[in-house]
C-alpha cells in the first residue's frame, strides 16, 4: 500500500522565500526523501550526482546542465503518430513499472473533492534533476497524454504545497517530445532563478489569469494565487483542449513567479514569488522529427533551463544559438497571432 500523502488548501505556501533557511514544508520532505530513498536503493537508471551548471550570458540567463546520461540510457520514446493518441496497453505504460518506484499517493481533503481520480506520484527513473517525479492520475484509468483540469489542478497546488520556489512542474503534449501516452506531468526541484518566473507579460483575458509572454520565446502565461486555482485550472485546461482540437502540440511550464505586469515595478515586485505562472507554449508538431544533438525543445528547455546532451554544446552554446534551436520549433508569428485572437475571444466568450 503506497504511503498516502493527505493535503488541504491550508497547506499551500503563501511565500517561499528564495535562499532563505525555511522549514520543508511536509510535501517537500515527502518527495525528497522519498526520491533520495529510491535513488539509494538503485531503482534509477543512473546516479544523478551533482549537475554540471553555467549560466549562459544574456537577458534571458539561461540555466545550462550538462546530462549526458538522461540523454543516453533514458527508455525509447514511443511512436507518437498524432496529438490525439488511443491509450496501447501494449505499449510501455505506468502500470508495468516497479511498484517500489510510487512515492506516495496524494488526496486532498476537502469539501467536494474529487474522489473519482487519485494522483499516484513516481520518480522518474532517467531523471533530469534532483527530485525528478511523475504525477500520474489514477494509472489504472489509462488516459491518454492530454490535460485535463484534475492534473492541472493538482500540478498547481503541488507548486504551492512547496516551500522551495525552485519546485517546477511541466507537461509535454504529443508531438512536443512526451515520449509516454499515460497521462503524466513532470515534477522537480532546479536550485537556480528562471527569467520566466518574472519575465514581464501583456494581458489578454485577466480576468481568466490569461496574458502572453513577453521578451521571452512566443508563449502564454496563467498566473494564480491560492485562492484562485480551480477557476484558473478550468481556464487553462478550455486553452489546451483548444490546442487539442486544432491539432497543435504544446508544452506546458508551471513555477513559482511574481505578479503578472508589463514591466517590474520595484524589485519587492520581482522577487515576490505568492503565486504560480504556468506558461503554455504553441508549437509545431514533432512526429518523427529528428532530435536536436544540444537538447530537445520540450517543457523545462522552453522555460530557460538546458539540459544539455553533450559536453560540447553545454560549454560553447550561446543565448543566440539556444534562441535559434527554439524558434524552430515554435509557431510562426502570424499563425501565433491568429492563435491568440482565437484564444482571447473564447475564454473572453466562456
Known amino acids: 500500500m503506497p504511503l498516502q500523502f493527505v493535503y488541504s488548501d491550508q497547506d499551500f505556501v503563501t511565500d517561499p522565500c528564495r535562499g532563505m533557511a525555511t522549514k520543508p514544508a511536509k510535501f517537500d520532505t515527502t518527495i525528497k526523501t522519498g526520491w533520495t530513498d529510491r535513488m539509494d536503493r538503485g531503482l534509477f537508471r543512473y546516479n544523478l550526482g551533482d549537475l554540471q551548471t553555467r549560466i549562459l550570458p544574456g537577458p534571458l540567463s539561461y540555466v545550462a546542465q550538462l546530462n549526458v546520461q538522461r540523454g543516453t540510457q533514458r527508455r525509447k520514446p514511443q511512436e507518437i503518430l498524432r496529438i490525439q493518441q488511443e491509450f496501447d496497453a501494449k505499449q510501455f505504460n505506468f502500470n508495468k ?17 474529487d474522489e473519482s481520480c487519485r494522483m499516484v506520484v513516481l520518480v522518474n527513473v532517467s531523471p533530469l534533476e534532483f527530485g525528478h517525479c511523475l504525477f500520474v492520475p489514477d494509472p489504472s484509468r489509462c488516459f491518454p497524454q492530454i ?10 497546488e503541488s507548486v504551492l504545497l512547496s516551500t522551495d520556489p525552485g519546485f517546477r512542474v511541466g507537461f509535454n503534449s504529443l508531438g512536443a517530445f512526451a515520449s509516454v501516452n499515460h497521462l503524466h506531468m513532470h515534477g522537480y526541484y532546479l536550485d537556480r532563478e528562471l527569467k520566466i518566473e518574472s519575465a514581464p507579460v501583456k494581458p489578454l483575458v485577466p480576468g481568466q489569469g490569461f496574458y502572453r509572454l513577453l521578451d521571452f520565446p512566443g508563449g502564454f502565461m496563467f498566473y494564480t494565487e491560492s485562492g484562485s486555482v480551480e477557476k484558473i485550472s478550468r481556464a487553462i485546461c478550455k486553452v489546451t483542449d483548444r490546442l487539442v482540437a486544432g491539432n497543435i ?3 506546458l511550464y508551471m513555477t513559482r513567479g511574481c505578479p503578472p505586469c508589463d514591466h517590474i515595478q520595484n524589485e519587492g515586485d520581482r522577487l515576490s514569488r505568492k503565486g504560480v505562472r504556468i506558461a503554455v507554449w504553441p508549437r509545431l508538431s514533432s512526429f518523427g522529427a529528428k532530435e536536436e544533438s544540444a537538447f530537445n525543445v520540450a517543457l523545462c528547455e522552453l ?11 553545454f560549454e560553447q552554446a550561446t543565448e543566440k ?8 520549433y515554435l509557431l510562426p508569428d502570424a499563425e501565433f497571432q491568429t492563435l491568440e485572437e482565437q484564444l482571447t475571444g473564447h475564454l473572453m466568450d466562456s
Open 97 to 113: 513499472i516497479n511498484p517500489e518506484e510510487i512515492i506516495c499517493e496524494m488526496i486532498k481533503d476537502s469539501e467536494g473533492g
Open 147 to 156: 490535460l485535463t483540469t484534475f492534473i492541472i489542478q493538482v500540478g498547481i
Open 249 to 251: 502540440a504544446h508544452n
Open 303 to 313: 522555460a530557460g533551463h538546458l539540459p544539455f546532451k553533450n559536453k560540447k554544446d
Open 321 to 328: 544559438d539556444v534562441i535559434e534551436i527554439t524558434q524552430r
